[in-house]
């Protein structure tokens, strides 16, 4: 493919209005996307659908796929295209066989379950389940992300079980990935649920953490929906002061963060204000927020769940102006778009409103009919148990009125079944009790025991590690102080009889007892400091091998004490030396950084690469282990990235804190 230098958008539009090769389009389309994303939304858009057409007339589906989970969230949730969303990823998928990427075809799936969120939810938690099933473990941010919406769909579906489940689920990916911001949105569905089911004081107190939460991670814009729902759970308990109160807590998020709230998400805030102040009678701070909605409103606007606020706003302030025959198609609308999306709430709220406006246009039929229609919904959504247990009560009582003494045997009976029952219950509550007592006790001893043989073969082998050490240094010693000055003699002695040849023999071998001297241990450490000495070992295998290094070093020198410098050294010997042994590089690179956290090491080379598990579990390969060993030795970790015929990657971290 073609690559441009840097131009200006001008170039390249020209590029594409006068070129015939399809390649040098793309090339153009794409440069274009990238100058569009900051400046101009419907270039944005106009631009990736030229992309996504014309990669797949040349079959290019990835990079169709590519642009087209670029351009999703800008359609769905900017423009409110989200049926254009779903048609234009359903062309792709039809040629999915075409995608070999996990992460391509897992987040294809996962955007059209986010454009099928505005549309139709039961959908949408089909493509959540399988995006869930497409993503590989590589892809678990995205995994995660899926099982948090798929929550949130069933949430609103009144699908309380797979709901949680699928918020815990995200939840633990997201602890397991340190993304607290996200596993903060987990959280806010569960707390949710709790509101759903009538739990208000414990949704309040696990909202109150969110919150604190929220502002420690300063994300204040996502406050604005956490403010709304205790909004709602005030209104439900009917406490107006405190409702209004959140309500405009809510609204002063969205002043302060106008750019950062989502169009649907500010329109729940200004219905629940516009109904609020309605109820009360005060049409003028209604009109406020009325005129506020009527300013933003995009007539081309088809996301359902935007709509379905906008319309319940139009009628309730047309009905409080007393002009029911205004009110009633946007009330229509409104119970349209809530059967879609299969909105429970929504409907039985749209069938009550219904009912107001066919009672002030004196039609009592269909008031009547709407009324109905919302009562029978509530009950059998709402009140199926409590309806079941009354008519059981209902049927105990008449049966007592006629037959007394018959009821009060029995009552004696159940009575003694019951205290049986119950007897029963505990001694089986006891017994499970002890099993699970006599279990945790044998795993947390099965736990300690493993525990601390770790903590015993750590130990060990950073004993061994300074023994080695030692030994080295003592063999190194000795080396030095002993065979190196007798060869020195016996160079002087040579040097009087000028035998000029075997001189030289000597040299060499004394420069050998050096290298194996210095290897063994490295002196230069206690004489330079551990950043010359570092910089001294990438030189010598520079100029002495044919891999070419280059590097990058902080000082460090005064860090860490005296072994944990020996130790650090090694690593960078060990990988150094393994990267010349084993990689066929031709180059590498060696970067030591200095933070206020600690101490980053980054080694990479160009060679031949190899699969990190075979390596680390083959026995005879100790090489990995020692240098895992060693980071343990200085509390760091320890990062392998290698492919085969792709290079090598070891990235070290040191904390100095």
């Known amino acids: 493919m073609v690559q441009f230098q840097a131009q200006n958008a001008a170039y390249y539009q020209s590029v594409l209005d006068t070129t015939q090769n399809p390649l040098i389009k793309l090339e153009a389309l794409d440069s274009l996307i990238s100058k569009s994303k900051a400046t101009n939304t419907n270039n944005l858009i106009t631009y990736s659908i030229a992309y996504i057409d014309l990669a797949k007339k040349l079959d290019s589906i990835e990079a169709a796929a ?198 649907v998400d500010k329109m729940y805030v200004f219905a629940a204000l516009i109904e609020y102040y309605l109820e009360a009678g005060n049409l003028e701070a209604a009109k406020k927020y009325y005129d506020i909605v009527q300013e933003s409103h995009d007539p081309e606007i088809q996301d359902l769940l935007y709509l379905g606020h906008y319309n319940e706003i139009m009628a309730k302030y047309a009905l409080a102006h007393d002009d029911p025959k205004k009110a009633l198609p946007f009330a229509l609308k409104k119970l349209e778009g809530a059967q879609s999306l299969k909105y429970g709430e929504d409907i039985i709220e749209s069938q009550e409103l219904l009912a107001e406006i066919y009672t002030a246009q004196g039609n009592y039929k269909n008031a009547l009919e709407s009324k109905e229609i919302a009562f029978r919904l509530r009950d059998s959504v709402y009140n199926s148990t409590t309806a079941n247990s009354l008519a059981y009560y209902q049927t105990l009582y008449e049966t007592e009125k006629k037959e007394k003494e018959i009821v009060a045997q029995n009552a004696n009976i159940q009575l003694l079944e019951s205290k049986n029952l119950a007897t029963r219950k505990r001694m089986a509550l006891i017994i499970v009790a002890l099993i699970l007592s006599f279990g945790i006790i044998i795993l947390f001893r ?78 230069q450490l206690q004489e330079l400091g551990i950043t010359k000495a570092i910089e001294m070992t990438i030189n010598q295998i520079d100029e002495n091998t044919t891999l070419f290094i280059s590097s990058e070093i902080d000082n460090i020198d005064h860090i860490f004490d005296k072994k944990q410098e020996v130790n650090l050294y090694r690593i960078v010997q060990e990988s150094l030396t393994n990267i010349v042994k084993h990689a066929q590089a031709e180059a590498g690179k060696v970067t030591l950084k200095r933070s206020l956290q600690g101490i980053s090491l980054v080694i990479r080379d160009n060679g031949i690469g190899f699969d990190f598990t075979e390596k680390y579990q083959n026995l005879r390969s100790l090489g990995l282990k020692t240098l895992l060993e060693r980071t343990k030795f200085l509390k760091g970790q320890m990062k392998v990235t290698s492919k085969k015929n792709k290079g090598t990657i070891l990235e070290f971290f040191f904390p100095t804190v």
């Open 66 to 263: 590519k642009k087209m989970i670029g351009i999703s969230y800008t359609l769905t949730s900017q423009t409110n295209q989200a049926d254009k969303v779903v048609r234009m990823i359903d062309e792709l998928l039809a040629r999915k066989y075409k995608i070999k990427s996990s992460y391509l075809l897992g987040n294809l799936y996962l955007k059209r379950g986010g454009a099928n969120y505005r549309l139709n939810l039961e959908q949408a938690t089909k493509d959540y389940q399988k995006a869930i099933e497409t993503f590989s473990e590589k892809d678990s941010i995205y995994k995660a992300d899926a099982y948090l919406f798929s929550g949130q769909a069933y949430s609103n579906l009144g699908q309380f079980v797979p709901a949680s489940e699928n918020y815990h689920k995200a939840y633990d990916y997201y602890e397991s990935l340190k993304d607290y911001e996200y596993m903060q949105f987990a959280q806010q569905g569960i707390t949710t649920m709790y509101s759903m089911n009538g739990f208000y004081d414990k949704a309040m107190e696990e909202r109150k953490r969110n919150i604190k939460k929220v502002k420690e991670l300063g994300l204040d814009s996502h406050l604005v929906i956490v403010y709304y729902n205790q909004a709602l759970d005030y209104k439900k308990q009917g406490k107006k002061a405190l409702q209004l109160e959140e309500l405009l807590k809510s609204y002063g998020v969205i002043q302060q963060f106008p750019e950062k709230i989502i169009l």
């Open 446 to 523: 099965n736990r300690m025991q493993i525990k601390q043989k770790k903590n015993l073969q750590e130990k060990f082998s950073q004993e061994l590690l300074v023994s080695q050490e030692e030994e080295r240094k003592r063999i190194s010693k000795d080396l030095h102080d002993g065979l190196g000055q007798q060869l020195l003699i016996v160079k002087n002695k040579l040097i009087q009889n000028q035998d000029g040849e075997t001189k030289k023999m000597v040299e060499h071998a004394i420069e050998d007892v050096r290298s194996i001297s210095r290897n063994l241990h490295p002196f």
